[in-house]
């Protein structure tokens, strides 16, 4: 089994997909999102995993066998080995039926009525390779892999900046449906404040809730990344990348991905991975660049957030993020720096640009943030030259 975890607006999407494009490979598209199970806390405490492992080991048995649309049916639909011409337009088939069902706004119940088997059989761990992506589990990922010793985890992160960005992109143009991103607050803030890394830094709900939405955005990113990195030298097989990394090199990280999970290199791959980082690009595939879609153009993605936020955002997400151990994947650090106070300062103003100096004492850690901020047609463009996460050194892979 493999598991894809990572949090919303980190790309899990398009990894879950690049996965899919496999032969072998039998995708579950955030099953526990149709699954679900209140028994099993959303953020898991170490010292309550040996309690919830036998219920884990039954849902997560649930999560593979779940055939529901929303699970089986997102696109693009690849061809697999372990299917025949017909089952494949079978499948097709009934994916369409499903969303006929949506866009006529028929009753729930209609379209809940309908699956979409995946021909592998009943043993499904031996037809193939079962995939499942999750943006609800990285709470709970030491659960899942201990309660499944023999999967591989492959574990995304997304620049803390560009993760931020999406989500006040999505608050703007309503493609996430919240009203007002100045007033909308974050659900589960007391799973976030019983955390142990939330608890030593004494953000308990109510300081999650005098936040800033960037702040909360920024904290959220950084106490669910820090559990998860935590969890990853529990043992477990585990792989951490960079978003950035697979938008800039997606062949070299996808290879190095299947390698890791055990997948060989096929042609359905390459023509994916071609159709999903050039909308240029002739192919097979159909897809628009919209928020949720998995077909971008992954060189512009990957710096939007530097032409979407402002120098004051900027530094705001970097002084929390910046002296964590998810953030000093984006930064480059200088050790001996134990004399200097933790503390964020900009020591140079001058004309349009601003240098801003992170440094800690706690982790010895230095870094920098150079911003160039200049005024276009009422739009602020702001360029933070460092650190960049396509020269940053790639994170050691357990």
């Not at 390779?129 to 574990?155: C, D, H």
Request: hydrophobic residues 40%.
């Amino acid at each position: 089994m493999i598991f894809i975890f990572g949090m919303g607006r980190s790309g899990t999407t398009w990894l879950g997909k690049i996965f899919d494009s496999h032969p072998d490979v039998i995708y579950r598209h955030e099953p526990d999102m149709v699954c679900c199970d209140a028994n099993l806390p959303i953020i898991c405490q170490d010292e309550d995993i040996e309690r919830y492992l036998p219920h884990a080991r039954i849902y997560l048995d649930r999560l593979k066998r779940n055939c529901h649309p929303r699970t089986m049916g997102h696109r693009p639909m690849f061809r697999k080995s372990f299917e025949t011409g017909l089952a494949h337009y079978l499948r097709y088939g009934l994916m369409q039926a499903y969303r006929v069902t949506r866009r006529l706004k028929l009753p729930s119940a209609l379209g809940n009525q309908i699956t979409i088997p995946d021909f592998a059989g009943h043993d499904l761990d031996k037809a193939a390779e079962i995939a499942i992506k999750s943006i609800f589990a990285l709470g709970r990922m030491q659960l899942f892999q201990q309660a499944a010793p023999e999967s591989r985890t492959v574990l995304i992160i997304r620049h803390p900046c560009a993760h931020v960005a999406s989500f006040i992109r999505g608050w703007a143009t309503g493609s996430l449906g919240y009203r007002n991103p100045m007033t909308e607050k974050f659900d589960r803030l007391d799973g976030l404040a019983q955390m142990k890394n939330a608890r030593s830094r004494g953000l308990d709900r109510a300081a999650l809730e005098a936040m800033t939405p960037i702040e909360a955005l920024t904290w959220r990113w950084v106490l669910m990344n820090e559990k998860a990195l935590e969890d990853a030298k529990r043992g477990a097989a585990t792989r951490v990348v960079r978003y950035e990394d697979l938008c800039t090199q997606p062949v070299e990280t996808t290879k190095e991905l299947f390698a890791f999970t055990g997948l060989d290199w096929q042609p359905q791959t390459t023509a994916f991975l071609s159709a999903s980082t050039s909308l240029s690009a002739s192919t097979s595939y159909r897809g628009a660049a919209t928020y949720y879609s998995v077909f971008q153009d992954t060189k512009d993605v990957v710096d939007k957030w530097r032409r979407e936020m402002s120098a004051q955002d900027v530094e705001t997400v970097m002084a929390i993020a910046a002296s964590t151990e998810p953030g000093r994947l984006f930064t480059r650090t200088m050790p001996g720096w134990a004399a200097i106070i933790s503390c964020t300062v900009a020591v140079m103003e001058a004309g349009p640009w601003s240098l801003m100096v992170h440094a800690s004492s706690s982790t010895h850690e230095f870094s920098l943030v150079l911003v160039a901020q200049r005024q276009f047609k009422s739009n602020t463009y702001c360029v933070p030259a460092v650190p960049s996460a396509t020269h940053a050194a790639s994170p050691a892979l357990a």
